[in-house]
């Protein structure tokens, strides 16, 4: 089975600095249709998640373009390129090249 | 835009069956493409996926999970159900409904999550 890890699971941030997650997979997200199925979700306190990244580096409807998904094969990053007090919350990555599993999350802080 | 909300009981007894409810609004159940999913959270960190039934009303289910799951679908309530059988305390958890139209969007749309307590 495919393991996801996270890295940090705690990020402190000043606001208005940038940010950067790194995800990591014990196997290959490739498919074999070619494509990369792997996601961020943002999940800020007391709401449900929230995708923001697909397919490593498309941003869903109405994500700010502050938020950016870079990757390939097993090493992913999801970059905030200035922290705002809204992005507070806890990121997961996820992949959906096999079942769908998600990584450990990563606490967002404002220090 | 789509929505999702989940109902059902908030307590379940150990050995016994957990049933939940997703009704979708802001579109049809049935629409082409869709995936519909259950997915569970413990603790307030943890992610657990586990099962999706498409539009056509095929499922996939979580290896880990699959001899206890039912995901079905009743198009004429625009809704999706969860039948979880013989639960144990470790079945405690949030339990969200969710959906997406292609499968590189399995997750776009999630309901507000209903915490689900299995206790005697």
């Known amino acids: 089975d495919i393991v996801m890890t996270q890295t940090p699971l705690s990020s402190p941030v000043t606001l208005g600095q940038p940010a950067s997650i790194s995800c990591r997979s014990s196997?290959?997200?490739?498919?074999?249709?070619?494509?990369?199925?792997l996601s961020w979700l943002q999940q800020r306190p007391g709401q449900p998640p929230r995708l923001l990244i697909y397919?490593?580096?498309n941003r869903f409807s109405g994500v700010p373009d502050r938020f950016s998904g870079s990757g390939a094969g097993t090493d992913f990053t999801l970059k905030i390129s200035r922290v705002e007090a809204e992005d507070v919350g806890v990121y997961y990555c996820m992949q959906a090249t096999q079942f769908p599993l998600f990584g450990q999350g990563t606490e967002l802080e404002i220090k | 835009q789509v929505q999702l909300q989940e109902s059902g009981p908030g307590l379940v007894k150990p050995s016994q069956t957990l049933s939940l409810t997703c009704t979708v609004s802001g579109g049809s159940i049935s629409s082409g493409g869709y995936y519909w999913s259950w997915i569970r959270q413990y603790s307030g960190k943890g992610l657990e996926w586990i099962g999706y039934i498409y539009y056509t009303g095929s499922t996939y289910y979580n290896p880990s999970l699959k001899s206890r799951i039912t995901v079905s679908i009743d198009a004429s309530k625009n809704q999706f159900s969860l039948e979880l059988s013989s639960v144990t305390a470790a079945d405690t958890a949030v339990y969200y409904c969710?959906?997406?139209?292609?499968?590189?969007?399995?997750?776009?749309?999630w309901g507000q999550g209903t915490l689900v307590t299995v206790s005697s």
């Open positions: 969710a959906g997406g139209l292609e499968w590189s969007q399995l997750l776009a749309y």
């Open positions: 196997q290959s997200l490739v498919h074999s249709n070619g494509n990369t199925y």
């Open positions: 397919q490593i580096s």
